[in-house]
């Protein structure tokens, strides 16, 4: 364009368009370049047609006689088409301009020569690929061929004669239609002399120079009468016409090619006239007879140019379509209207490129008219089926954009509706949200309710294409809302009938917030809406993916369609439908909260167990079984345990201080306190410790018991009896002799006897009960008493045989800490009392057969011995505290007192807070190492 510009900006047309690309050449000699081009001022598309003058004036082989005769040629052309307005004739959008370097002028944008298309592609630098590809359909040459003759027929009308209708003086728009240029050797049929002949001298030689050729009109499409009368005729232009037929079949190539030779010329004229029609057998059937008719040397016996469009050859139905819509404009609306209502069932007969280029605009233009705006519209979209993206977004789409808005006819509307999927596909993606989408919420909004049905039925034909966010935010509430607000059932129904179809896109959020909603809104109960409704009801509870639950269910649909199945207005049928579809919503909330019910009683006798052994309160696992069947080491939740361990150590820490002043304060008391005697269980008083009296009293307000083992605990102290409080005498140590075993079998027998009373619980659940009376001791792992520990050791609010303990202290496993005396064969003790499961306390130095000092200490295992120091299986416990899952080192089996379940020896652990008072003889020995005779068949030594 840079290289055009500096070459001829000289010229005024070069100077008020943009010139680019060349496309074409055309012409005489095919000398006129022509470019593609804008209008600057109007941004109008255009074909600029220029020639260098200055290319031409340099060439040194030309005199000055030829060159100026093919300038006024040239010249000629445009300025005879600038006279000439029609349809078929090339329009000029600017007169010619000429310069110094050039001839230019302007013309109706063009897509190619007549001659460039058949292959004739001279004085073009370089072709386009669109024009090397091209290729002429018969529909397209016949079509060409009624615009050529209607050309004809206009100047004809006028007088006028072409003189030189070849492929190069015809070129084709960007439609494809036929426009006929070169007026260079055009005349006037009353302008013309006898010596016409003699103004285009030919010689009887070859004409090799393509300058020399242009000068002259081509001879090979001639009529013979301008050398035989020496006068041409309006007819003239029909035998050109033949040639061009042949031409246009043939590949550009004409019957017979003289190379402008005078001699040659009449020698084919004669060959010509002598060939039968069949020898044109390259020639469709219906143009072969007519070809030989317009190739008669008599002028008269030729067809005019509008009896040339009339030949049958143009009669079928495909060329009157293209006939009728090229001549549209000049229609009746109703008429237009008839054609188009039978345009669509012969649309699929067309070839591609002829409905985009020669059907396809006269449509557009028709959708301008708001009367044809329904009738245009249907082949049109029909064209658009068949468009790719790209032609349906260049050629169709910005035609529609005006139309998308237009709400009447409501027609414009259904027809969108129809193609809607069409245009969601094939729309510019930006232009989706702003053009095309709005569509369908005008037509669900419509206050026409044929339109709003139409909608309703062809939604869920393309939800697949829709957009879920637009169908949430916008398509589903306008759906909803035409179904609330009309109150036509059938708008209601097909309303119902459509939410139901589109279910299968929906989530459940979307049902959870907005259909349901919806549906328990419905204002009416005719039978149809009320089938719709339980339809779409059924298709929400049969799929668990829209998450309607057993409370939705229950709590709203349940009480809204119960209800409806007593209308009186529904059939029995439909009775029999709304009952069965009830009946599955019950069936689906009797499933879903048997089943949450079986998990939720899971659920809370695993965490029960879990808290239980948490917190030390279980009652309902039996623990030896737990034992038995782990085989070696419970699994507890350890975090739990330990921290409810450290828990009671520091309450026990807190306790032992108390406990120690209370005692202290007891011991002085019990320096001048009178002496009681121990009932027995033989109903004989022993004075197992020297006369003092061990008496019971509740302590925070209730009765606290205390068990040997767990259950049967001991309420009350050791005594059978219990007598008042009164001045206590000392209870230091005063001696147990060897001969009072059989009474303390006794009293220990009636330990055992003594009703328990349960406080608290077991991390393992209930506390069994083992109710049977043991010689010589209480049940074994049942009820802790209150503060209880883990496995049965528990708190004495009284004296005891084994020891005194405060109340509301425990242990995590085992050892109470007590106020009272130790069943030792030293002086009583103010101590802690530790008690286990065949397990021997340590966690403190005990000393047999006397006071015993230290700390408390639980754990589990056999053992003869007891532990110095503490210790725990999980780590390192303080030095003053026993551990939570110490054990003791295993010793050999033995029998257990009151039938221990586990079998394995039981022992105790003794520790003392006080400090030793009186040392008891080394033959007395306390109760850990005492031998003492079997009570019974179930007693058995501690040890």
Request: net charge neutral; hydrophobic share 40%; charged share 15%.
């Amino acid at each position: 364009m840079n290289r055009i510009k500096s070459a001829f900006s000289s010229n005024a047309v070069i100077k008020e368009h943009d010139v680019g690309e060349q496309i074409a050449s055309a012409g005489p000699g095919l000398m006129w370049k022509i470019h593609k081009g804008t209008f600057r001022s109007q941004r109008k598309p255009v074909a600029v047609w220029i020639f260098d003058k200055k290319g031409l004036l340099a060439d040194k082989t030309l005199d000055k006689r030829q060159k100026d005769k093919l300038i006024d040629v040239l010249r000629r052309g445009p300025l005879e088409l600038v006279k000439l307005k029609h349809p078929s004739v090339l329009a000029i959008t600017h007169p010619l301009a000429e310069s110094k370097e050039s001839l230019a002028f302007a013309t109706e944008p063009i897509f190619s020569s007549l001659a460039n298309v058949l292959g004739k592609t001279d004085n073009v630098d370089k072709v386009p690929l669109s024009v090397r590809e091209f290729q002429l359909l018969e529909i397209e040459i016949l079509m060409g061929l009624i615009q050529l003759s209607a050309a004809c027929t206009f100047l004809h009308q006028a007088e006028l004669i072409h003189g030189n209708i070849t492929p190069n003086n015809i070129v084709l728009n960007q439609n494809g239609e036929w426009r006929l240029c070169g007026f260079e050797f055009s005349l006037h049929t009353k302008y013309q002399g006898a010596d016409e002949s003699s103004r285009f001298e030919y010689p009887e030689t070859n004409i090799t120079n393509a300058i020399d050729r242009a000068c002259l009109p081509d001879l090979n499409y001639r009529a013979p009468e301008y050398y035989i009368s020496g006068i041409g005729e309006v007819r003239s232009d029909i035998y050109s016409i033949a040639h061009v037929i042949y031409a246009c079949h043939n590949g550009g190539a004409p019957i017979a090619d003289c190379q402008g030779n005078l001699l040659a010329y009449q020698a084919n004229l004669e060959t010509i006239s002598r060939t039968a029609s069949t020898a044109f057998s390259s020639l469709p059937l219906a143009l072969q007879e007519l070809v030989k008719l317009m190739l008669n040397t008599h002028p008269s016996v030729r067809p005019t140019a509008e009896d040339f469009s009339r030949a049958p050859c143009f009669d079928n139905l495909q060329i009157q379509c293209l006939r009728y819509l090229a001549t549209i404009y000049e229609k009746t609306d109703p008429n237009k209207a008839k054609f188009m209502k039978g345009l669509p069932q012969v649309l699929p007969d067309f070839p591609h490129r002829v409905t985009l280029k020669k059907i396809l605009p006269p449509l557009l233009e028709e959708l301008k008219n708001s009367v044809m705006m329904p009738f245009a519209l249907v082949p049109v979209m029909i064209i658009a089926e068949a468009c790719s993206v790209v032609e349906f977004e260049t050629l169709i789409f910005e035609h529609l954009v005006p139309i998308f808005e237009v709400t009447e006819p409501v027609q414009v509307m259904s027809i969108f509706m129809h193609k809607f999927e069409l245009l969601l596909s094939k729309a510019p993606k930006t232009k989706v949200n702003t053009h095309i989408y709005p569509i369908l919420e005008r037509s669900l909004a419509s206050s026409v309710p044929q339109m709003q049905l139409l909608a309703f039925q062809l939604l869920p034909g393309f939800q697949n294409a829709l957009d879920f966010a637009i169908v949430k935010a916008t398509i589903l509430p306008l759906v909803q809302a035409a179904c609330l607000n009309t109150d036509r059932p059938d708008v209601r129904i097909q309303s119902l009938v459509c939410i139901g179809q589109l279910l299968p896109s929906f989530d459940k959020w979307l049902m959870k917030e907005s259909v349901l909603p919806f549906l328990l809104k419905l204002p009416s109960r005719e039978p149809g809406v009320v089938m719709a409704f339980f339809g779409v009801l059924k298709m929400a509870i049969s799929d668990a993916k829209y998450g309607v639950t057993a409370d939705m269910i229950a709590g709203h649909l349940l009480p809204f369609a119960v209800p409806m199945s007593v209308l009186p207005s529904l059939n029995s049928e439909q009775v029999t439908t709304v009952l069965a579809i009830c009946r599955n919503m019950l069936k689906a909330v009797h499933d879903e909260r048997i089943e949450s019910l079986k998990e939720t009683e899971s659920m809370r006798e695993s965490a029960k167990e879990t808290v239980g052994i948490a917190t030390g309160s279980s009652t309902s696992v039996d623990v030896g079984n737990v034992f038995e069947q782990s085989g070696t080491s419970p699994v507890f939740d350890i975090g739990a345990a330990s921290r409810a361990a450290a828990k009671a150590d520091q309450e026990a820490e807190r306790q032992k201080e108390a406990a120690a002043l209370a005692a202290a304060s007891r011991v002085a008391e019990s320096f001048v306190a009178p002496t009681a005697p121990f009932h027995g269980a033989s109903g004989g008083d022993v004075d197992l410790f020297g006369g003092s009296q061990f008496t019971a009293k509740p302590r925070g307000g209730g009765e606290e018991a205390a068990s040997l083992f767990g259950d049967g605990a001991l309420s009350g102290g050791s005594s059978s009896t219990r007598s008042p409080r009164t001045q206590r005498t000392s209870r230091a140590y005063k001696g147990l002799q060897t001969t009072d075993s059989a009474a303390i079998g006794s009293s220990m027998g009636a330990l055992g006897s003594l009703p328990g009373q349960q406080s608290g619980g077991s991390v393992f659940g209930a506390p069994q009960q083992t109710t049977p009376q043991q010689t010589g001791g209480g049940s074994v792992f049942g009820a802790s008493q209150s503060g209880g520990s883990v496995f049965g050791a528990s708190q004495m609010t009284g004296g005891s045989v084994f020891g005194v303990g405060l109340p509301g202290e425990s242990s995590v496993f085992g050892g109470t800490q007590g106020a009272g005396s130790v069943m030792a064969g030293g002086a009583p003790s103010m101590g802690s009392h530790s008690s286990g499961m065949g397990v021997s306390g340590f966690g403190g130095q005990q000393t047999f057969g006397g006071m015993s000092t230290g700390n408390r200490g639980a754990g589990f295992g056999s053992s003869t011995t007891l532990a110095q120091g503490g210790g725990s299986v999980f780590g390192d416990p303080p030095k003053t505290q026993g551990s939570v899952f110490s054990s003791g080192s295993a010793g050999p089996a033995s029998s257990s007192i009151g039938g221990n379940p586990w079998g394995v020896q039981s022992g105790f652990g003794v520790s003392g807070t006080q400090p030793q008072q009186n040392k008891p003889p080394p033959s007395q020995g306390n109760l850990l190492d005492l031998g003492f005779p079997s009570p019974g068949p179930n007693s058995g030594s501690l040890i």
